[in-house]
């Protein structure tokens, strides 16, 4: 089993912190460079491409969090629910007449299921990891990891003799 440190979960998250601002920015410039239908397959749909890209940032922004705090469903809701105003905001960003590009509910709709995907997705990994690694598991009143979970053991405590035992 691993003994999971504070220092490989900080390098992790830095890692994750990354990626994640390379595939945001990548996929800011690929949903507003006008005619972007030059650059696509004619096969490929429109909306299986925005369930992809939305799954990739969340299951993405996901991970990056849970390096850096116990993971709990509230928190992972609450991601979610920033990835689809931010989806929505995107969309709304393509109305813009000089992108040539159109705003869709469909798309909207889309990014929903690659993120509802990626949430699934990213709490079946996570709790694999935990069985399987002997990752800490979060607890819902849990705000960091304990020294037990992170894998440092405590030190004993030896108790102390009451007044009858000395004598």
């Not at 929505?88 to 869709?104: F, K, V, Y």
Request: aromatic share 8%.
């Amino acid at each position: 089993m691993i003994a999971w440190q504070a220092s490989h979960f900080r390098q992790l998250h830095r890692i994750a912190t990354g990626i994640l601002i390379a595939y945001w920015c990548a996929l800011f410039v690929g949903t507003h460079i006008p005619n972007p239908e030059r650059f696509l397959p004619p096969d490929v749909s429109d909306k299986t491409l925005h369930v992809l890209a939305y799954f990739g940032l969340t299951f993405l922004l996901l991970t990056r969090d849970a390096l850096s705090k116990p993971f709990t469903f509230r928190r992972g809701v609450i991601l979610w629910g920033a990835v689809l105003v931010y989806a929505a905001l995107d969309e709304l960003l393509q109305a813009i007449p000089a992108l040539n590009r159109t705003a869709d509910v469909g798309d909207w709709a889309a990014d929903v299921c690659g993120a509802v995907l990626a949430l699934g997705g990213f709490m079946i990994c996570r709790a694999a990891l935990v069985r399987c690694l002997g990752l800490p598991a979060a607890k819902a009143n849990q705000s960091r990891p304990s020294a037990a979970d992170a894998g440092v053991s405590e030190v004993p405590t030896v108790p102390k003799p009451a007044d009858d035992e000395t004598r």
